[in-house]
């Protein structure tokens, strides 16, 4: 096994790290105080085709594969992952499935513009009443005449009130998971309210929102997919997401480590650098092993979708253990950073914060569990 | 002008300018290998500029470079940032090259190519001279217009910004120009993933001492202009002086400050 990297994915690392390094960094604190990243940054996200990576060139993308969007995410994720969660939900979670499953038109319409940066995409699966059971979701789209009309709210969109498209999944059919179609809707639609959800612990720079569909009439080519399909599409779409998610985690991780180092190499307490105490090289070590200890498992993931082989389970994996790292490690930066760990002047008190939703969303650690014990033992323990 | 001008941009690889750097007991001269290599901060304004030229403009814009084969990396990336081809001179004999040297093999690359401007960095990291500019305007013939911070192109006339102590002045020339930029003359661009990809394909040319008709005994370190005869290391950083405030800190600074002739 070659775990090397092309000329060409070290180039891109490379030019993603000194982006984030010059135009993210220097600006993530003040973001994470604002609520609000600077949102030139989506354009300028969509010139580096950070938002296309993955999507053919016929179609606007950058082209790429599977492992070089991992490490765009990576570094990223090292950066900001409120930046970081822009790009997965955006490329990954919409612009992804509309290639997977669109319509010419459909691709047509809305590719070109996410990979641009132009305009970014929301995922609207997740409500007050169903999250880690999104089979049991309410919001109904009831026929009329040729198209359809919704009502019902929808929680924690991410990019919520930035986006330009919501993929929207709504109840067309009966009860479970079958009764689900999904639709790509515009979100200048008459009778769509978006506000913003504030007060987050972390992520706080980035858009979430609920959004509230009032008697919204879809143009029935504004489905995405056939009719009851929409929760395959969620679930595939979620599937390469703890993917992504996971090497965001790698990325803060990895950030946390690197912040946790620096210090300890300068901060002086019993007459030496606190790099030379032998609990505070534990702290370190750890923290090392278990970043790189998540990453293979990442780029595993990404070998088997490039190499078009099952991969639900393996991401599951990464997913979970990725996510655990990152509020492990970004916590264990804390400890190194000791009381100023705790003033946000310093970077590593907004990497546990952005670091905590990492296990909750996207499917909770105790999901992923789920899923990866369903394949083990061929009983699904979800009910 | 007519259309399609073609640029050449020097580009140098330099050793990464915020590592420790030293220079090689063996021969005093820099040791490039035991830190990263990147290019020359401020020769990426230069590969911006040209490349802003040939936006406006049409055209081609060659980058060159002198050094290793390692610096084929720096060339890629000036081909990702959108570049139009490569040519990399390398050849063993060049170790421990002097600028005048560098000046002539340069000059001699540039005459059996066309071209109307060359675009370089005010001045490398490693070696700080600054002079190559004014060296290869004297050997190729060309027009010199170094330290600028703006360029222009109308017709054959380039006209550049050239900082000096006052300002700036504006200054004229006709083609062929040799122009070295300053830092801070534009905001360079980052290698889009398209561009890196794009850039694998584009042509560079490798050529050596033999192909350019230079006898490897007339170069490098032997035959240098220049010597380094010995050097040493800087002495670690001492304690900085601390000043206690006790009503009068503005006052203790400015005699500070005034003691190291800073005021
Ligand atoms: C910042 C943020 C951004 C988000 N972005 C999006 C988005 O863009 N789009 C979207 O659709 N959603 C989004 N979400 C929603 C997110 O995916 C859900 O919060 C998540 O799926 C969990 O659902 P829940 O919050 O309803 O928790 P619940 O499902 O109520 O879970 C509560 C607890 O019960 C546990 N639990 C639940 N079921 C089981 C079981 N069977 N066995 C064992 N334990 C169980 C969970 O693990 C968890 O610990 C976002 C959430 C946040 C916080």
Redesign the pocket.
Not at chain 1, 122 to 126: C, K, P, Q, V
Not at chain 1, 154 to 158: Q, S
């Given at each position: 096994m070659d775990l090397s990297l092309s000329e060409e994915q070290v180039a891109l690392q490379q030019m993603v790290r000194d982006f984030v390094d010059k135009d993210i960094a220097p600006y993530a604190t003040a973001w994470d105080r604002a609520e609000s990243v600077d949102l030139a940054i989506i354009p300028k996200l969509g010139d580096l085709g950070l938002l296309g990576l993955t999507i053919p060139e016929e179609h606007g993308g950058s082209g790429g594969d599977t492992l070089a969007y991992c490490l765009a995410l990576e570094e990223l994720g090292r950066g900001d992952s409120s930046v970081r969660g822009i790009v997965s939900?955006s490329l990954g979670l919409v612009t992804k499935s509309i290639v997977g499953y669109g319509t010419p038109q459909q691709i047509e319409r809305w590719v070109p513009g996410l990979c641009a940066g132009e305009m970014v995409g929301?995922?609207?699966?997740?409500e007050s009443g169903?999250?880690?059971?999104p089979a049991s979701l309410r919001i109904r789209a009831t026929r009329d005449g040729e198209g359809w009309r919704v009502s019902g709210t929808?929680?924690?969109?991410?990019n919520g009130t930035w986006a330009s498209v919501v993929l929207l999944f709504a109840r067309t059919g009966g009860e479970g998971s079958r009764g689900i179609t999904a639709f790509l809707v515009p979100t200048d639609v008459e009778g769509l309210t978006r506000s913003t959800i504030h007060g987050?612990l972390g992520?706080r720079a980035q858009a979430?929102a609920e959004l509230v569909f009032d008697n919204v009439y879809l143009p029935d080519e504004w489905r995405l997919g056939e009719e009851g399909r929409g929760l395959s599409i969620a679930m595939a779409a979620l599937a390469k997401g703890r993917m992504s998610v996971a090497a965001g985690c790698v990325g803060l991780a990895r950030g946390a480590l690197e912040h946790a180092l620096t210090y300890a190499g300068q901060r002086e307490q019993f007459g030496k650098p606190i790099a030379g105490h032998q609990l505070v090289q534990e702290l370190l070590a750890d923290m090392a092993v278990e970043v790189d200890a998540a990453r293979l498992l990442t780029w595993r993931v990404a070998d088997l979708i490039d190499r078009h082989l099952p991969f639900a389970t393996e991401s599951s994996m990464a997913k979970l253990f990725a996510s655990e790292v990152a509020v492990k490690a970004s916590g264990a930066a804390l400890q190194v950073f000791g009381g100023y760990g705790f003033i946000d002047e310093y970077p590593v008190g907004k990497l546990t914060r952005d670091a905590r939703?990492m296990t909750?969303?996207?499917?909770?650690?105790?999901?992923q569990k789920?899923v990866i014990g369903r394949a083990l033992t061929g009983i699904n323990a979800?009910g | 002008m007519r259309l399609g001008m073609n640029i050449v941009v020097l580009v140098k690889q330099v050793p990464d300018t915020w590592a420790e750097r030293s220079l090689k007991s063996s021969d005093n001269t820099l040791d490039r290998e035991s830190v990263d290599a990147v290019i020359n901060e401020v020769d990426e304004q230069a590969i911006e500029a040209g490349l802003r030229l040939i936006e406006a403009h049409g055209g081609e814009v060659t980058v060159l470079s002198m050094g290793p084969d390692r610096a084929s990396e720096s060339i890629r990336k000036a081909l990702s940032m959108g570049a139009t081809k490569g040519f990399l001179i390398s050849d063993a004999a060049l170790h421990g090259a002097c600028v005048m040297q560098t000046a002539t093999v340069i000059a001699k690359a540039l005459s059996t190519m066309e071209w109307d401007i060359v675009l370089t960095g005010g001045e490398s990291t490693d070696a700080r001279l600054a002079v190559l500019p004014a060296l290869l305007a004297e050997a190729t013939g060309a027009a010199q217009l170094t330290q600028a911070r703006k360029v222009t192109v109308e017709g054959s006339t380039v006209s550049v910004e050239r900082v000096n102590e006052a300002g700036y002045s504006v200054i004229q020339a006709s083609t062929p120009a040799i122009i070295s930029v300053l830092e801070g003359t534009n905001e360079a661009r980052y290698p889009s993933f398209k561009g890196i990809m794009a850039a694998k394909k584009k042509p560079l040319q490798t050529v050596n001492l033999g192909d350019l008709g230079i006898a490897a005994d007339e170069v490098g370190l032997a035959h240098a202009t220049t010597a380094v005869t010995s050097f040493e290391n800087r002495p670690p950083r001492q304690a900085g002086a601390a000043v206690k405030d006790e009503g009068d800190g503005g006052v203790k600074i400015a005699d500070y400050l005034a003691s190291r002739k800073l005021l």
């Open positions: 939900v929301s995922f609207a699966l997740t169903s999250g880690s059971d929808k929680m924690f969109i991410t987050k992520l979430t939703v909750l969303y996207e499917g909770t650690s105790q999901i789920l979800f | -």
